[in-house]
T-cell receptor, first 114, second 114 residues
Framework: EPEVTQTPSHQVTQMGQEVILRCVPI?????FYWYRQILGQKVEFLVS????????KSEIFDDRFSVERPDGSNFTLKIRSTKLEDSAMYFC????????????FGQGTRLTVV | DQQVKQNSPSLSVQEGRISILNCDYT??????FLWYKKYPAEGPTFLIS?????DKNEDGRFTVFLNKSAKHLSLHIVPSQPGDSAVYFC?????????????FGTGTRLKVLA
């Protein structure tokens, strides 16, 4: 069964450093998303991406965050100047259609900023 | 602003009985609703969805009911099995508004007792 894969599973970084979280969405999907879940809190939307551009972003997705689909298969989330409060599980998701269709999530990357 | 609420943080049910998980929403623009199951250290797994044009959708042991006038949806699991023990999230989106991001509830931890 096709699945969304994320690497690494756990990333530890020093505050102020840059991190790149990687995702391989399901191959025929067209819509890509990043969500995050701070420990003990709900899953929160960060950004959606379609046709090589951001279609929507939340207030969490400030100018330290960026997304890219560099080679037609990978989908990356870059966080510059990381802060302690960026520590969370980051989930990549993809869906094959707009509108009423479910998104499939990866297993997540646990980001710890120290 | 909690647009999607799951007021029961936890629920325990005997194996073989019905599990009923509830979700309320406040945004009348939501027109697509989903339930996800999540195990620790894994990403959310899609279970079942419902469009606002329906009031019920069934898939095997899982049934989702939507009451638009009450802005309430519920997930019924019959019969409950120990493997159903997980955190269940409801999510909603306002697709007719051109947004496909999901707004998640805070989750309900279901424990099915053998």
């Amino acid at each position: 069964e096709p699945e969304v894969t994320q690497t690494p599973s756990h990333q530890v970084t020093q505050m102020g450093q840059e991190v790149i979280l990687r995702c391989v969405p399901i191959s025929n999907h067209l819509y890509f998303y990043w969500y995050r879940q701070i420990l003990g809190q709900k899953v929160e939307f960060l950004v959606s991406f379609y046709n090589n551009e951001i279609s929507e972003k939340s207030e969490i997705f400030d100018d330290r965050f960026s997304v890219e689909r560099p080679d037609g298969s990978n989908f990356t989330l870059k966080i510059r100047s990381t802060k302690l409060e960026d520590s969370a599980m980051y989930f990549c998701a993809s869906s094959d259609f707009e509108g009423n269709t479910e998104a499939f999530f990866g297993q997540g990357t646990r980001l710890t900023v120290v | 602003d909690q647009q999607v609420k799951q007021n029961s943080p936890s629920l325990s049910v005997q194996e073989g009985r019905i599990s009923i998980l509830n979700c309320d929403y406040t945004n009348s623009m939501f027109d697509y609703f989903l339930w996800y199951k999540k195990y620790p250290a894994e990403g959310p797994t899609f279970l079942i969805s419902i469009s606002s044009i329906k009031d019920k959708n069934e898939d095997g042991r899982f049934t989702v009911f939507l009451n638009k006038s009450a802005k309430h949806l519920s997930l019924h699991i019959v019969p409950s099995q120990p493997g159903d023990s997980a955190v269940y999230f409801c999510a909603a989106s306002a697709t007719a508004s051109g947004t496909y991001k999901y707004i998640f509830g805070t989750g309900t931890r279901l424990k099915v007792l053998a």
